[in-house]
C-alpha cells in the first residue's frame, strides 16, 4: 500500500497519473486499474467497480448490479486472481479500520509483487494503511520560485511582467498567500491574465477570504478568491456542474446544452450562436482550471474537474443544488436542482425526501452503470415537478416512458441515452415544443421513433437511435432549430430522410455504425449552415456522383467506411477556404485524395490512418498525392507525423 497525502490542489491525483501511464509501469505489471474512491466508501460499489476496471465493464452488466455481497466477493476474486496489478484508488477518506482489513483480504488473492496507490487528504488515513512509515510520500508544496515562475507564466504574455513591475509586485504578494500550492497559483493566474488593472490585482491580494482558515478537508482560499473573481455568467455555469458526480467524464455538447436549458448562455449581440457562447464559456473554464484536461474525442471534448474544484462548486452551489444519498434525511424546500448518483441507494426513500420541493428544475440521475429505474423516482419526477426543465434519466433501465412526459411543458432538456430496455418512446413526447435537446443516443431497442417530431420545433440537438430501415419523411426535414444531428447505433437502417431542405441552420452532422446505410440523400447539398460532418462505421456506405455541394466544412471524418473508394470533390470543393481538419480512418478501399486539396488554404492538419492504399500514394519520396498535401502543415500517415520529418 502506497498512500500519497497532500491537501487539495497540492497534485496527488496528478502524480498518481504520472505513476500509473509511466512506461515501466505498464511493463512491470500484467494489468492496472483506477477506481475512484471519494467520500462515500461503500463495499459493495466499491467492489462493482473494481470489477468494472479488472474486467473493462466485459460481461458486468445490469443484472450484475443485483448481486449480494458474497456474489460480487466471488466475481472479484476471479478476475484478479494470481494476476500482478497496479491499483490506484483515488481520494480516498475512510478511516475505519476494520472495513480497510476486508478489503485487504479480498485483494490478496493476486500475485506477489502487486501494489496499490492511495491518494488521500487525511494524515490519518495515509498512516492507517500504509505498510509502512517509509511508503508513505507526503506531497510537499511547490517551492517560492517555481510557484512564481508559474504564475508568470500564466499571468502575462511574454514579457509582460517586465512590462508592469508594480503587477509583478503584487502577484508575489499573492503567490506567498497560495501555500506552495500550484493549484491555488495556476487559477489566480488564469482570472489576471490580460488585465493590466492594478485594482483588480489589489482586490484579489487583499480579499478577506485569504483569513478564512484553511482545515485538512477544507477548500483553499485561493480558489474561493479565484471564484469570486469570475463574471456572474461563468459563477452560475460553474456551479451547476456540482450535480455532476464527483470524477464525472464531461462532454462540451451535454454540458452547454444543459447550461442552454436554464438560460445560462446569454448572446451579448444578438447575434452569436448559443452554442458558440458555450464553448467560449468552457475555454474560459479550462484557463481557470475549473475544468481540466481536454481532449479531443471524434469531434466531441471530453474533459474533467479536480475534487477540490467540484467542493468549490458544491459550496457555491448548496443553496439551490443537492445530492441525494442514502444518507440523505431531508432535502430543503429552497432546492431547485437534484442529482441522484446512486438511484438504487434511494429509491424507496425519494419521494418522501421530496415532498417539499415544488420548484424543481432539474433532476439528474448519473449512474456509472446500468440501472433498473426506480418506478417511484421516475414517477415523481413526472407528477410532482411540473417545471422541469432538465431531466436525465441517462442509463436507467425502464421499459416504458409514461404518456405524462408530455405534460412536462417547459422541459428544454432530455436526456434518455444508453437505454438498452425501452422499445417504443410515447407519442406525446412530441408535445414538448420548448424541448431543445433531446438525447436517444445507445436506445439501440426502439423500433420507431415517435410520430410528431416535426412538431417539436425548438429542437436544436437531436441524437437519435432506432431499428426502423428508413426514417419517414415529413418529420425530422422539418425541425428548422435543428443545429445537432446525430444518427447512431442503427443497425438497420438503409436510407435517411429525403427532405433536408429545411435543415438550413444544421451545423453538426453524425452518422455513426449504421452499417446498412447504403447512401446519403441527395438533398444533403440543401445543408448549407454545415461545419462538422462524421461518418463513421457505416460499411456499405457509397458516396452518389452529384453536383458540388454548398458546404462551408471545418472539420471532415470518414472512418470504417469499407466500400468508399474515393472522398469526392461534390463533398468538399465548397470547403477550400475553410476546412481545418480532415480526418480518413480505416477506409481500406480509399485509393486516392481529390485533385483540388492541394488548393485548400485554410487545412491545417490531415490524418490518414488504416488506409493503406492511400498511404502509399502520401509518400513524400514515390507517392502521386505527395504534393495534393504539401502545403498543409500537419500530416499524419499512420501515426507519424510526415510533415515534421520532412
Not at 350 to 374: E, G, N
Request: net charge negative; hydrophobic share 40%; with cysteine.
Amino acid at each position: 500500500m502506497l498512500p500519497i497525502v497532500g491537501i487539495g490542489g497540492m497534485g496527488k491525483t496528478t502524480l498518481a497519473k504520472m505513476a500509473y501511464n509511466d512506461e515501466r509501469v505498464v511493463k512491470h505489471f500484467q494489468f492496472k486499474m483506477w477506481v475512484y474512491v471519494s467520500r462515500d466508501f461503500d463495499k459493495k460499489r466499491l467492489m462493482e467497480k473494481l470489477i468494472i476496471s479488472a474486467t473493462g465493464g466485459v460481461g458486468f452488466g445490469e443484472d450484475n448490479g443485483n448481486m449480494e455481497v458474497e456474489e460480487l466477493q466471488i466475481l472479484l476474486r476471479e478476475s484478479i486472481r494470481d494476476k500482478k496489478y497496479f491499483l490506484v484508488l483515488d481520494d480516498v477518506w475512510n478511516d475505519n479500520l476494520a472495513q480497510w482489513e476486508e478489503l485487504k483480504d479480498l485483494l490478496r488473492v493476486v500475485a506477489r509483487g502487486s501494489r496499490i496507490m492511495v491518494t488521500t487528504r487525511s494524515n490519518q488515513v495515509a498512516s492507517m494503511i500504509g505498510t509502512a512509515p517509509k511508503y508513505v510520500h507526503n506531497l510537499q508544496g511547490v517551492r517560492y520560485d517555481e510557484c512564481l515562475s508559474l504564475f508568470v507564466k500564466y499571468a502575462f504574455t511574454e514579457g509582460q511582467d517586465k512590462q508592469y513591475p508594480n503587477l509583478l509586485r503584487i502577484g508575489e504578494e499573492i503567490v506567498k498567500k497560495c501555500g506552495e500550492v500550484p493549484l491555488a497559483v495556476r487559477t489566480l493566474a488564469g482570472q489576471l491574465f490580460l488585465n493590466t488593472d492594478e485594482r483588480d490585482w489589489n482586490l484579489i491580494r487583499d480579499s478577506r477570504l485569504w483569513k478564512v482558515e484553511q482545515k485538512e478537508d477544507d477548500i483553499l482560499p485561493a480558489l474561493r478568491v479565484s471564484y469570486e473573481q469570475l463574471p456572474s455568467c461563468l459563477k452560475r455555469c460553474f456551479a451547476y456542474c456540482s450535480l455532476f458526480p464527483k470524477n464525472y467524464e464531461y462532454n462540451d455538447y451535454e454540458l452547454i446544452q444543459f447550461w442552454m436549458a436554464h438560460g445560462l448562455l446569454q448572446s451579448s449581440d444578438g447575434e452569436s450562436e448559443l452554442e458558440d457562447i458555450g464553448s467560449i464559456y468552457l475555454k474560459e473554464l479550462e484557463y481557470g482550471c475549473f475544468l481540466q484536461d481536454f481532449r479531443d474525442l471524434y469531434g466531441s471534448l471530453q474533459f474533467g474537474m479536480l475534487d477540490v474544484m467540484h467542493d468549490l462548486a458544491l459550496s457555491v452551489a448548496q443553496d439551490e443544488c443537492f445530492v441525494v444519498t442514502a444518507n440523505s434525511k431531508r432535502i430543503e424546500k429552497s432546492v431547485q436542482h437534484v442529482s441522484i448518483p446512486d438511484p438504487d441507494s434511494v429509491r424507496q426513500d425519494f419521494p418522501m425526501l421530496s415532498q417539499d420541493l415544488d420548484q424543481v428544475r432539474t433532476v439528474f440521475i448519473h449512474s456509472d452503470k446500468d440501472v433498473l429505474a426506480s418506478n417511484s423516482i421516475l414517477e415523481t419526477c413526472l407528477s410532482r415537478f411540473k417545471y422541469l426543465r432538465a431531466l436525465n434519466l441517462s442509463r436507467s433501465q425502464f421499459k416504458e416512458l409514461p404518456k405524462k412526459i408530455g405534460k412536462l411543458k417547459h422541459l428544454r432538456y432530455l436526456d434518455l441515452s444508453w437505454n438498452h430496455r425501452i422499445k417504443r418512446l410515447p407519442n406525446s413526447i412530441c408535445k414538448l415544443q420548448n424541448l431543445q435537446t433531446l438525447f436517444l443516443g445507445g436506445c439501440d431497442e426502439i423500433e420507431e421513433l415517435p410520430r410528431g417530431m416535426r412538431y417539436m420545433e425548438s429542437l436544436r440537438f437531436l441524437w437519435l437511435a432506432t431499428r426502423q430501415t428508413s426514417l419517414p419523411r415529413d418529420e425530422i426535414g422539418c425541425l428548422k432549430s435543428l443545429r445537432f444531428l446525430w444518427i447512431a447505433t442503427c443497425e438497420k437502417l438503409e436510407r435517411l430522410f429525403e427532405d433536408m431542405e429545411n435543415l438550413s441552420a444544421l451545423r453538426s452532422l453524425y452518422i455513426v455504425t449504421c452499417p446498412s446505410l447504403k447512401s446519403l440523400p441527395l438533398s444533403i447539398k440543401y445543408l448549407t449552415a454545415l461545419q462538422d460532418l462524421h461518418i463513421s462505421g457505416c460499411v456499405d456506405l457509397h458516396f452518389p456522383n452529384q453536383e458540388a455541394c454548398e458546404f462551408k466544412l471545418k472539420k471532415l471524418v470518414l472512418c470504417f467506411l469499407e466500400a468508399v473508394e474515393e472522398l469526392p470533390e461534390w463533398l468538399i470543393r465548397g470547403s477550400a477556404d475553410t476546412l481545418k481538419n480532415l480526418k480518413l480512418e480505416f477506409c481500406p478501399a480509399l485509393l486516392e485524395l481529390p485533385a483540388c486539396l492541394k488548393t485548400f488554404s485554410a487545412l491545417q492538419e490531415l490524418r490518414i490512418l488504416g488506409c493503406p492504399r492511400l498511404a502509399e500514394r502520401c509518400d513524400r519520396e514515390t507517392g502521386d498525392d505527395w504534393e495534393k498535401i504539401a502545403h498543409i502543415p500537419k500530416v499524419i500517415v499512420d501515426n507519424v507525423d510526415v510533415m515534421k520529418q520532412t
